[in-house]
Nanobody
């Protein structure tokens, strides 16, 4: 059974940092590209970033480029998202999704809430 469990969200002030984690199980994690997507309050899903199966290729939405860093540890079946210089518009529920690409469709976890507010 495929399972994705996100963690690491919370409340942070503008300019602060958070590190999100996603633990994958029930599939061969190292064989799949992975993505982060997010959903702001009252809005649809937005693609954030993706990483290739081996971690050697990444891509970012313009809104987070230069502030977020996606990475993965295939020995621990874990996907990471280091979020720096956070802005209020980064507020939302963040989900990890199986598969490479700049879209939001696919199997995802339950999400972790990120709130950027003073």
């Amino acid at each position: 059974q495929v399972q994705l469990v996100e963690s690491g969200g919370g409340l942070v002030q503008p300019g602060g940092s958070l590190r999100l984690s996603c633990a994958g199980s029930g599939f061969v994690f190292s064989s799949y590209g992975m993505r982060w997507v997010r959903q702001a309050p009252g809005k649809g899903l937005e693609w954030v970033s993706c990483i290739a199966s081996g971690g050697g290729r990444t891509n970012y939405a313009d809104s987070v480029k230069g502030r977020f860093i996606i990475s993965r540890d295939n020995t621990k079946n874990t996907l990471l998202l280091q979020m720096n210089s956070l802005k209020p518009e980064d507020t939302g529920v963040y989900y990890c999704v199986i598969g490479w690409g700049m879209n939001v469709a696919g199997t995802r976890g339950q999400g972790t809430q990120v709130t950027v507010s003073s």
